[in-house]
């Protein structure tokens, strides 16, 4: 049924590139503002809460029942208004399972975000964080 998916979303204004994936549980708040470059996946339970753009660069991932969060409101406002920004995951990167994204987050090309690790800030590329809040604990090396 990917193909489907992709056809519906693509259908409803995301921007859904060669290869990408959708699985059959993810949940896509608004299409328009969602584009997957080639080579990448939203894994089953993800949520891509978008009301700002998020953007997957080439052969990034977003594993299962991780939220991809592109609001949050104005606390020093007494009625709380919206304030979204746009999520930004790069090329090579891996969201893990049920991580969580913050507005205006960009993961850079080759982080690795492990599982229940909470980013709400800009990542260095080839870092490896985990934890809450999401600390750098190593760097990514890959073996060729």
Known sequence: ??????????????KIGKHA????????????????????????GVNCYNMNKITLHTRSIVS???????????????????ITRPIEIGPDAWVAAEA?????????????????????RDLEPWGVYAGNPGRKVSTRVLSR
Request: contains cysteine.
């Open 64 to 82: 299962q029942r991780s939220f991809l969060c592109g609001g949050d409101h104005d606390i020093r406002q007494p009625d709380l208004p919206l």
């Open 21 to 44: 994936d959708v699985r059959g549980s993810a949940r896509v708040w608004y299409p328009p503002n969602l584009e997957m470059a080639d080579h990448t996946i939203l894994a089953g």
């Open 100 to 120: 969580f994204i913050g507005p205006g987050c960009r993961v850079a090309e080759g982080c690795v975000v492990g599982a229940r690790a909470v980013v709400m």
């Open 1 to 14: 049924m990917r193909v489907w998916r992709v056809f519906l979303l693509r259908l409803f204004g995301a």
